[in-house]
């Protein structure tokens, strides 16, 4: 295939890329048929780029037996990096040294990546800077188990809460949500509220609190987490200062959406 570099474009990658961008926006896994009809495209030309993107690792086939495809991990990886160099970990910088100086606490930002919140910047506990509840930069975490997960995921798009509500939900401690039923009451509830909490859902002993970052048109881009020693029972003004600095996080970024806190 000859390559122009006069502003014109090549269908075949045309293709590929509006293959990419349906299995993410969509967020349910589809079949060949249901791409192939969403895109208007001849089932042969699916067929021969989805073999393509899943030997590449930009996609990923699904179900049982294997009829349905989702990003793959390729793609994700590239979504991290991309998301790394935004100016999100920017803008978020200070406002988290602020609330670590305020709570005493390490607090964190992170991004979703198909089913992992990916972290991309940690600001250490100001008394115990040595100390790391959490993974640093770089380090994911399962989205239904962590409260920065449950953050994102919450306000992610319908079809993206169903689909992984749907998928595997390993247990990684006694207390994880594994059922989607309670796992969908917990997303409207968090919704609701404007706050996640982890109460040992990822780790023994290991509670947060956590909150979502809007960007423009008030779509969720990131959030922020407190973690903190169960032990150490913080008092819901931890809870307050963490929906706050997510709302001025949002503010910053263009978004304008205040964050909320309910106790009740």
């Known amino acids: 295939?000859?390559?122009?570099?006069d502003g014109s474009t090549v269908p075949a990658v045309e293709r590929a890329l509006d293959i990419l961008e349906l299995l993410e926006s969509d967020g349910a896994p589809l079949t060949m048929t249901a791409i192939a009809e969403s895109l208007g495209l001849p089932r042969a030309s699916v067929h021969r780029l989805l073999a393509t993107l899943t030997a590449r690792g930009y996609v990923t086939r699904d179900g049982d037996p294997y009829r349905t495809y989702r990003p793959g991990t390729r793609w994700a990886a590239l979504g991290a990096r991309a998301a790394a160099r935004m100016d999100i970990p920017r803008i978020a910088g200070p406002l988290l040294?602020?609330?670590?100086?305020?709570?005493?606490?390490?607090?964190?930002?992170?991004?979703?990546?198909?089913?992992?919140?990916?972290?991309?910047?940690?600001?250490?506990?100001?008394?115990?800077p040595e100390i790391t509840l959490t993974g640093g930069a770089g380090h994911s975490f399962p989205l239904h188990a962590t409260a920065i997960g449950k953050a994102l995921l919450a306000f992610a798009p319908e079809s993206v809460r169903t689909a992984y509500s749907q998928g595997p939900l390993p247990p990684q401690t006694a207390r994880t949500?594994?059922?989607?039923?309670?796992?969908?009451?917990?997303?409207?509830?968090?919704?609701?509220?404007?706050?996640?909490?982890?109460?040992?859902?990822?780790?023994?002993?290991l509670c947060a609190f956590a909150a979502p970052v809007f960007g423009g048109g008030a779509v969720v881009v990131a959030a922020i987490a407190l973690p903190f020693l169960k032990a150490a029972a913080p008092s819901q003004d931890y809870c307050a200062a963490v929906v706050r600095t997510a709302g001025e996080i949002s503010a910053l970024t263009g978004a304008g959406v205040k964050g909320t806190f309910e106790t009740s």
């Open 177 to 205: 949500l594994t059922d989607p039923a309670a796992l969908c009451a917990e997303l409207e509830t968090i919704r609701h509220q404007g706050f996640a909490l982890d109460d040992e859902e990822y780790k023994p002993g």
């Open 97 to 128: 040294e602020r609330l670590a100086a305020e709570t005493g606490e390490g607090c964190q930002l992170s991004v979703r990546v198909d089913r992992q919140a990916v972290c991309l910047l940690r600001v250490p506990s100001p008394i115990h």
């Open 1 to 5: 295939m000859e390559f122009k570099e």
